[in-house]
């Protein structure tokens, strides 16, 4: 294993999926495709960074209301809102355009609309009250680091499942993922979900990954394949659906 390689293609995963201060890359910069494995880690980082956020407004005394709403800011600002920029392009494109076409064009479209903006509220109103629903800060902050986690990982599965929609762009560029750097992925992102509980993660895991595949299957209709508004998509729903499930588990 060449471990500079590693720590490049990890460096730019960190480059990629969020506003971190990453460094530079010394010589020649990894395919974006070889980077995939790293996006659990990456995951990993911005879901401790909310978790840590969340604590510390908890150690304060805050509602918990107000802890988790300061634990997503802070994963938004760790990722630069990338992937509900997604959710929301994608919410708009699908809802409002006819044909393949022009929904390409209005997910491109920098402006968002009524679809993007209810896509958003309902993203952010659902993470923030299923996370304060959960009996435990300790719950909470394993639950931010492994839903980024395994929602990421996720990303990698669709990228490499669906073809590319456009002849462009970060779906183009990103294609070509290897069976073994999609296989860490999804290892990395399932391991995450131990900190959960080896039992209590199966179903939450397959949760994840069915909010994934619904926007992936749901592309597959619309446009015909990935782009990168779907993969940040895909992320938004995963993390969702896992809380979902991990909301009813902890509950019964």
Aim: one cysteine or more; proline letters at 4%; hydrophobic letters at 60%.
């Amino acid at each position: 294993m060449n471990l500079r390689a590693r720590l490049a293609e990890l460096q730019i995963a960190v480059m990629l999926l969020t506003r971190l201060p990453a460094g530079r890359i010394g010589g020649d910069a990894p395919a974006m495709a070889a980077t995939v494995w790293a996006w659990p880690l990456v995951g990993a980082l911005v879901g401790a960074i909310a978790g840590a956020v969340y604590y510390a407004a908890w150690l304060l005394g805050l509602p918990s209301l107000v802890a988790v709403l300061m634990a997503i800011c802070a994963l938004a600002l760790a990722t630069g809102a990338m992937h509900e920029d997604g959710l929301a392009d994608l919410a708009d494109g699908f809802g409002g355009g006819p044909d393949k076409e022009r929904k390409l064009e209005i997910m491109r479209d920098s402006r968002i609309g009524t679809y993007g903006v209810l896509a958003l509220v309902l993203s952010v109103a659902l993470r923030v009250s299923l996370i304060a629903a959960l009996p435990d800060p300790g719950i909470a902050i394993a639950g931010l680091v492994a839903m980024a986690m395994a929602s990421r990982a996720g990303m990698a599965l669709w990228l490499w499942a669906l073809p590319p929609a456009r002849d462009n762009g970060l779906g183009r560029s990103a294609g070509g993922v290897s069976a073994l750097a999609l296989a860490i992925a999804l290892m990395l992102g399932q391991a995450g979900g131990l900190i959960l509980g080896g039992v209590l993660w199966l179903p939450i895991g397959a949760a994840v990954l069915a909010g994934g595949g619904f926007i992936a299957l749901l592309a597959k209709r619309q446009i015909g394949g990935q782009t990168g508004d779907v993969l940040g998509a895909s992320q938004q729903s995963g993390e969702i659906a896992g809380l979902l499930a991990l909301s009813v588990f902890v509950a019964t």
